[in-house]
């Protein structure tokens, strides 16, 4: 089994950063792929970006690139998202995700294609 833990939200202006990690515990997940993706009140959870196990391969919704950027850690188990240029349309919870076998570069957005998620962490952007 694994267990995500989100942990860097919080309250950031238009324009400013933040730095989301995603702690895993139980089994590794060297070998899973790693997604996140967030929900806004009334409204659907929307993928956001992912990175392949290896990490070679990202994949961003196009609302956040050249903003956010995905990367992972393996020696420590942790995935991170760091989110430039933040706008109030960025507010919502954010959720990570881990990805085993049926995961794919074609399923990257898919929120089928992740077995295991964290709790959220919520990202306020005020104007």
């Known amino acids: 089994q694994v267990l995500l833990v989100e942990s860097g939200g919080g309250l950031v202006q238009a324009g400013g950063s933040l730095k989301l990690s995603c702690a895993a515990s139980?089994?590794?997940?060297?070998?899973?792929?790693m997604g996140w993706f967030r929900q806004a009140p009334g409204k659907e959870r929307e993928f956001v970006a992912a990175?392949?196990?290896?990490?070679?391969?990202?994949f961003y919704v196009d609302s956040v690139k050249g903003r956010f950027t995905v990367s992972r850690d393996n020696a420590k188990d942790t995935a991170y998202l760091e989110m430039n240029m933040l706008e109030p349309e960025d507010t919502a919870i954010y959720y990570c995700?881990?990805?085993?076998?049926?995961?794919?570069?074609?399923?990257?957005?898919?929120?089928?294609?992740?077995?295991?998620w964290g709790q959220g962490t919520q990202v306020t952007v005020s104007s």
């Open positions: 995700a881990a990805g085993g076998a049926s995961w794919s570069g074609a399923s990257a957005d898919i929120q089928m294609a992740y077995q295991y």
């Open positions: 990175i392949s196990w290896f990490g070679g391969e990202t």
């Open positions: 139980g089994r590794s997940v060297s070998s899973y792929a």
